[in-house]
């Protein structure tokens, strides 16, 4: 019986940089875009000398990429070997089974030989990701499609990916494929290690609904696959980040506060001899400290992500650079620090207090926010004409304000650390969009750079700036905000013809 579990990408919406250190906060949105693992027995039975073999089979097919690779998993050391493989290995996907299969040796201890029997039959793995984590621009373009999202819906679901050529030098300067900055990594390993863990009966996901975190039993499953998913990635990765990227794919829309990095100690300094099983077993039992509060937009708000296609930011040199900055600068750095902080805090506030005076007056509420988007927010103002609008209006001016300062901050950080954290491109477009009818914000998500844009637009105004990007040269994305974290799908999501990433979307 196949399994099928799937996780979200992510838009880090403020706390760039910040996040990296405790006890600063990120506020972190998770999408529709979606990475999805499908887990099944590679055979039918089991071999009646299969017993005594120390070794099972495990295929790794990622067709996307037309890849393929089949290795050999020890049953006794829970390590990888690579028999064949059409194209470069997945170290992400590589150390998410390593470390799912010894949670599942870990944890299961009383029913080891129906772990056995499962892993005798082999595991057949495949990796899908939505199109939204990749970049099909050029493609648009060669193609002489308009740059629009009904361009983008137009492509197959979880069509080829092309692969950047490398430059005349022989030194490939790009990254292997372009990617939009959803966090693929982080959705396909959690995926995986969900999928797996599913699998191997060490978690039921099956009961995670809208409510899903109501049961405290599915709440420590979910605490399982997060543990071993941000191993798994960190590990892969080769240095422990702040693991937003992971934990938004698990537990969905989130504030988010870091995890102390020495609770992934053990499984850092493991020697090659040590077994898998007690790395994971101490990683299980490590203090993790993250913290994570709810959160998602207000209602009758869109987030829109639009693609500049200027070429891509490297986000470790950049992190780099900004702790250079940091050690050269501390007093400067730490006042920057401390007013990007004051704007993060104040932006959420003000997207929390919208959240709640929608629940208490839901139909002023709605009724404000669609007049409004109508109007470009100097004209906001003019139209409260009773109390409960002066209370909306007075938080969406803050919530702008606070965004404002944010940018500033962040490209007084650029500047300092001599990084384009906001380039004067961007800045001339986030400025645009910024006037234009019907939005709140607009802002670079994550460390910044020349990948992406976000805007957060009120009602229906969302249409108009997707046709205002566009004439600007830039590709909105079929990207939006779903709060959902990591999820047991019913079926393969190539079943469906239609993606589900675009059938929730109204293109007109």
């Not at 308009?146 to 679901?157: D, K, R």
């Not at 490939?172 to 699998?199: C, F, I, Q």
């Amino acid at each position: 019986m196949a399994v099928v579990a799937s996780a979200p990408g992510k838009v880090l919406m403020t706390g760039g940089y910040l996040v990296l250190e405790r006890p600063n906060a990120g506020i972190v949105l998770s999408t529709n875009a979606r990475f999805y693992a499908i887990v099944k027995p590679l055979y039918d039975e089991i071999k009646p000398e299969s017993w005594a073999w120390g070794w099972t089979d495990v295929k790794l097919t990622s067709s996307q990429m037309a890849r393929e690779t089949l290795y050999k998993l020890s049953l006794k050391h829970l390590k990888l070997q690579p028999v064949s493989s059409s194209g470069s290995r997945n170290p992400f996907v590589e150390h998410a089974v390593q470390y799912a299969v010894a949670a599942a040796h870990a944890i299961l201890d009383k029913d080891k030989d129906t772990l056995q029997r499962l892993l005798l039959q082999g595991l057949d793995i495949t990796i899908l990701g939505c199109n939204e984590f990749y970049s099909y621009r050029n493609q648009i373009e060669a193609r002489g499609l308009p740059l629009t999202p009904e361009s983008l819906a137009s492509l197959p679901p979880f069509a080829s990916i092309t692969f950047n050529a490398e430059e005349s030098t022989g030194q490939n300067r790009k990254p292997e494929v372009a990617k939009t900055g959803l966090g693929s990594s982080a959705a396909m390993t959690t995926a995986v290690v969900a999928a797996l863990l599913h699998y191997l009966g060490v978690v039921n996901l099956s009961s995670l609904d809208e409510d899903q975190l109501q049961g405290k039993k599915d709440v420590a499953d979910l605490d399982v696959v997060h543990v071993i998913a941000q191993t798994a990635h960190c590990i892969a990765q080769g240095k422990v980040g702040s693991g937003f990227d992971v934990s938004s794919a698990v537990y969905g829309s989130q504030h988010y506060i870091r995890f102390s990095p020495e609770v992934l100690s053990s499984a850092q300094n493991a020697g090659m001899a040590t077994p898998l099983t007690e790395v994971i077993d101490d990683v299980l039992k490590a203090k993790w400290d993250h913290e994570r509060t709810k959160f998602s937009l207000p209602p009758l708000m869109t987030l829109l992500l639009g693609e500049p296609g200027c070429g891509g930011s490297s986000t470790p040199s950049m992190v780099g650079a900004v702790k250079k900055w940091q050690r050269s600068d501390p007093q400067d750095s730490l006042e920057t620090w401390r007013r990007l902080s004051e704007g993060n805090s104040a932006l959420e506030v003000h997207l929390n207090t919208l959240s709640k005076l929608a629940e208490r007056h839901y139909n002023a509420y709605e009724c404000f926010i669609n007049a409004c988007s109508l109007l470009p927010a100097e004209k906001w103002l003019e139209r409260a004409n009773e109390p409960t609008q002066a209370e909306i209006v007075k938080e969406l001016l803050g919530a702008r304000d606070a965004m404002l300062q944010i940018r500033y901050q962040m490209r007084k950080m650029g500047e300092a650390a001599g990084i384009p954290i906001e380039p004067e491109s961007q800045s001339q477009l986030l400025d645009a969009t910024m006037n234009m009818e019907g939005v709140l914000l607009a802002g670079i998500p994550g460390a910044g750079g020349f990948d992406a844009v976000f805007a957060v637009t009120l009602g229906a105004s969302n249409k108009n700036v997707t046709q205002a990007w566009s004439s600007l040269n830039v590709l909105a994305m079929l990207v939006r905000e779903d709060p959902h974290g990591v999820s047991l799908e019913n079926n393969d999501p190539r079943a469906k013809e239609i993606t589900t990433a675009v059938s929730s979307i109204q293109l007109e």
